[in-house]
């Protein structure tokens, strides 16, 4: 079983849907779980992170964390064109020293 | 301000020649990482240096990757007797604690 399980889809929407991406992990000492964009042929960008269990709310993005599922998602209200990508989920390692990354989900919005 | 730069962008080597790939960090970024990415394995980490500490060396692949960080800013990646299976993008990060990597736009090696 690989550490970070991500869906690789494709997932595909018109625009304004909500959109829910996830990712299961299997180590429990995760503690730090971010979310990253990459669009083709680009570096990932980072949206946003979180610590531990719980929420965090950036404009369309949400993200929460559920430990006791080990079980992180990603939620896009509203989604737009622009936001067609490859969303990569990752946690730190225990060491602090790097990010373990799922394969990714590739969306598509459609106009 | 000044993102995570690497260069070369693309790069096309013949299988058995050496390749050196370089990361310029975010200035005041006192950690840098690299990544590789390709089809099959997803973004694997490879080598991450903090401040003068000993790099974390655990991710690299085999002995004829190396990597170093001179003066704590620039660093360089280097793969000795390229072989086919190395062909992927090499993504360069950096951050100031270890939370918040920002990565370079890659380069990506093509191994013929």
């Known amino acids: 079983q690989k550490e970070v399980e991500q869906d690789p889809g494709p997932l595909s929407v018109p625009e304004g849907a909500i959109v829910s991406l996830n990712c299961t992990y299997s180590n429990s000492a995760f503690q730090y779980f971010m979310w990253y964009r990459q669009y083709s042929r680009k570096g990932p960008e980072l949206l946003m992170y979180t610590y531990s269990s719980g929420n965090k709310e950036d404009g369309r993005f949400t993200a929460q964390v559920d430990k006791s599922s080990k079980y992180i998602s990603l939620f896009i209200r509203d989604s737009q064109p622009s936001d067609s990508a490859t969303y990569l989920c990752?946690?730190?390692?225990?060491?602090?020293?790097?990010?373990?990354f799922g394969k990714g989900t590739t969306l598509s919005v459609s106009s | 301000g000044a993102g995570v730069s690497q260069s070369p962008s693309n790069k096309v080597t013949e299988k058995g020649k050496d390749v050196e790939l370089r990361c310029d960090p975010i200035s005041g970024h006192t950690a840098l990482y690299w990544y590789r990415q390709s089809l099959g394995q997803g973004l694997e980490f490879l080598i991450y240096?903090?401040?003068?500490?000993?790099?974390?060396k655990s991710g690299l692949p085999s002995d004829r990757f190396s990597a170093e960080r001179t003066g704590g800013s620039v660093s360089t990646l280097t793969i000795q007797r390229t072989q086919q299976e190395d062909s992927a993008v090499y993504l360069c990060a950096s951050s100031f604690g270890s939370k918040e990597q920002y990565f370079g736009p890659g380069t990506r090696l093509t191994v013929t």
């Open positions: 990752a946690m730190l390692n225990q060491a602090g020293t790097a990010l373990i």
């Open positions: 240096f903090q401040g003068n500490s000993a790099p974390d």
